[in-house]
């Protein structure tokens, strides 16, 4: 019997009735043809490189590439700022790219994005963040296009429309936006369950950054560099933040969401502005290309799995940093664009079946996004090194190409362009003679891809109880959201897999049974690296509001001063605007100020309600005042919450210390602390040192 199609398009889509000898449950290409499989490309054997006759994987990926004009379809909001990259000279002999060679400056412009929401979006979403960085060397354009968590929601490309379609707003009411906590997204990853190790750094504190300066990058995919003499090895490429990776709260991310929805693009132009320059350094995993492309027991041509850094210690090539803020953000930051295929000799790709998408995506995509294929030619992507190629002509073509033979060979040309000449043992991108292992033609993948969970709990429980309870309430968050019960259910049974603690914690507070576990997870050594919590980092640029009333401003301008020269920033926040002092401006008053700001906090005296604490004029005031009311509400509420995200307090006096007792807060608590001025730079970049008060709630 036949039955509507229930997702016809196209100029038929009024038909009630499909075509003659179609099954209607039968998913088929553009052009009507069945698909048999959706979820691996075609490739040169069971682990060979992903062949370009793939029609279905070309259709698929080029029909999401082309969904959105002209915005980018994922990775749309972001932030961007140019830098130097100066190399330790310490990869002479795992790297001929002359980027990596000792001594060398190599100008890099970096990306910062979100994946799932839109340019409008907010910046402290649960999301995963893009890390992109454009060398402009003197071999060329090297891209090194990462994230910031080194897992992949799927291993093959052909999946990729799928996951983004599934973690998108719903289609019918388009919404919700930026946000994977919803019914689609939880279907996809509890039904697609490579996408297991993935979600749970999303749910963890690296899903919401504190700032995008205080994030590691990772190059995603394995990737292989070649040495003096053509000496192979396989790498993972890291960046490590100087400052530490640190996180917002829950909370905290969504109060920064409506409070400033800018949050990170302003931290960082504030930060390049003031001169606290960010930093990072990279590094590689290093591994021997022996033709398994495994690990210890780990398939580096999974983009599902990492290497423990206890494994394979991160050794570190060069220092990146980031000192000059875009000109323009539509000619730099929107127009900037990235592809892993763009490569300088030295650096080559594997047959990772994601990374071999991408090679055909990244280029595709930009012939919608920037009007055609010069788009090489806008100012920000174009190479600091000289170009001669034989293309010609095309949308926005600025370059005015000389000679009459734009083809090879020619000889009316002088035979011009010539071949470059390459020294022994070097090739150009993509020409390195990787043996390719004899297969059939197929859609499938190795039996190492299988293990969907294991990684996910070596994650889990490499975190320290802290954050563990933020992985528990995310979750529970997160499916809390969900509406379809069997949705739910399958995720729990996935998390079931993955740690037993973890799955009760969250079906105690959906109201859930917990279901018995399928299969045996294995354990693996924990990895201490995966925890942000425990050490201590440099503290530049950290915000310390300064709160004071308007009326008794003394002091609070060499309080400010002492700050800066700390290398901190402060934030002056009163009852009321101006200057305090020649030069010295207050920052916020009670009304535009809120905790998210700041990562301290020092008070100064018994601030009493300003003029125009009063409900009417400003909802956060709360209740009405009355004559007992003896501190102004919203600070009382600024420091409330301060206290609650575990933030430092400190008070100047023991009027300040009052502040304290009107917003419930015991003063003998830690990172709370009475302290003469002279004091307050010492001890808050004691406490800042380590992000958060953390002991604060054991």
């Known amino acids: 019997m036949n039955h509507p199609l229930p997702h016809q398009s196209g100029p038929d889509a009024h038909r009630a009735e499909p075509v003659q000898g179609q099954d209607s449950e039968t998913m088929t290409t553009s052009q009507g043809a069945p698909v048999a499989d959706t979820d691996h490309s075609l490739k040169a054997g ?5 062949l370009l006759q793939d029609h279905h994987l070309r259709e698929k990926i080029m029909h999401f590439d082309h969904e959105r004009i002209p915005e980018r379809v994922v990775h749309a909001r972001g932030a961007g700022a140019h830098g130097i990259f100066t190399s330790y000279g310490t990869a002479a002999d795992l790297c001929i790219a002359d980027f990596l060679q000792p001594g060398r400056e190599t100008p890099v412009f970096v990306r910062f994005s979100t994946v799932v929401g839109s340019r409008g979006s907010m910046d402290t979403a649960r999301d995963t963040r893009g890390f992109a ?4 060397t003197s071999e060329g354009v090297f891209d090194l296009v990462g994230n910031n968590m080194p897992v992949f929601f799927i291993q093959d490309g052909l999946k990729f429309p799928d996951v983004i379609h599934a973690v998108k707003p719903h289609p019918d009411v388009e919404i919700p936006q930026a946000q994977s906590a919803h019914d689609t997204f939880w279907d996809f ?19 919401i950054p504190r700032s995008l300066r205080m994030m590691e990058g990772f190059g995603v995919h394995t990737f292989r560099l070649i040495g003096p003499g053509g000496r192979a090895s396989l790498i993972k490429f890291h960046w490590k933040p100087r400052l530490g990776v640190h996180s917002q709260l829950w909370e905290e991310a969504q109060m920064t969401a409506g409070a400033d929805p800018d949050y990170h693009r302003r931290d960082l132009a504030e930060a390049i502005e003031s001169g ?15 033709g398994t492309s495994v690990f210890e027991g780990i398939d580096l041509l999974d983009p599902t799995k990492f290497v423990p850094e206890e494994l394979a210690p991160v050794q570190m090539l060069g220092k990146m940093v980031l000192n000059r803020n875009p000109e323009n953000y539509f000619a730099q930051t929107e127009q900037v664009a990235f592809h892993p295929g763009h490569l300088v000799p030295g650096i080559d790709v594997t047959d990772d079946p994601l990374l071999q998408a991408r090679l055909f995506s990244y280029l ?13 030619q806008i100012p920000i992507n174009a190479p600091r090194s000289p170009i001669n190629d034989n293309l010609r002509d095309g949308f926005h073509q600025h370059y005015v190409p000389e000679g009459i033979a734009p083809y090879k060979p020619n000889s009316v040309d002088g035979g011009c362009p010539v071949m470059g000449q390459l020294q022994e043992g070097t090739f150009p991108p993509l020409d390195y003679p990787q043996p390719v292992p004899a297969g059939t033609k197929q859609r499938g993948e190795p039996a190492s891809f299988s293990d969907h969970f294991s ?10 109880n802290t954050e563990q ?17 069997a949705v739910r259910e399958r995720q729990l049974q996935c998390l079931v897999e993955i740690d037993l603690d973890l799955a009760q914690a969250v079906a105690t507070v959906l109201g859930l049974a917990l279901p018995e576990p399928q299969q045996q997870t294995p354990d693996a050594p924990l990895s201490p690296a995966l925890s942000q919590i425990g050490g201590t980092w440099p503290v530049a640029g950290r915000k310390v509001a300064i709160i004071f009333d308007q009326s008794s401003p003394e002091g609070m301008a060499d309080l400010a001063s002492a700050l800066t020269k700390a290398g901190l920033t ?4 009163s009852s009321a605007g101006g200057k305090i002092a020649p030069g010295v401006q207050i920052d916020r008053t009670y009304l535009t100020a809120r905790s998210i700001e700041a990562d301290a906090v020092v008070l100064c005296g018994s601030l009493p309600p300003a003029g125009d604490a009063h409900p009417p004029l400003d909802a956060k005031a709360g209740a009405a005042l009355d004559a007992s009311q003896s501190v102004d509400p919203r600070v009382v509420m600024f420091v409330q919450e301060m206290y609650r995200h575990s933030k430092a307090i400190l008070c100047l006096d023991d009027a300040a210390a009052q502040v304290l007792s009107v917003a419930g807060i015991d003063g003998r608590v830690p990172g709370v602390a009475t302290v003469p001025a002279d004091e307050v730079p010492e001890q808050v970049t004691t406490l800042l040192s380590a992000h958060r008060v953390w002991e604060r709630f054991a």
Not at 570 to 573: A, E, H, K
Request: charged share 20%; proline share 6%; with cysteine.
């Open 364 to 376: 595709d995509t930009q012939l919608t996004r920037l009007g055609g294929p010069n788009f090489a």
């Open 455 to 464: 990684q996910a709990r070596l994650f889990y429980r490499s975190l320290s």
């Open 276 to 290: 606290n320059f960010p930093e990072w350094e990279l590094g590689v995993q290093i591994f021997d290309d022996d």
């Open 570 to 573: 402060p934030l002056l926040v």
């Open 469 to 485: 309870a933020h992985v528990k309430q995310a979750y529970s968050f997160e499916l809390g959201k969900c509406t379809n019960t």
């Open 46 to 50: 069971e682990r060979g490189p992903t």
């Open 133 to 136: 960085t454009k060398f402009y």
């Open 189 to 207: 990853v509890s039904l697609h369950t490579p996408a297991q190790a993935h979600t749970m750094w999303n749910m963890s504190d690296r899903g």
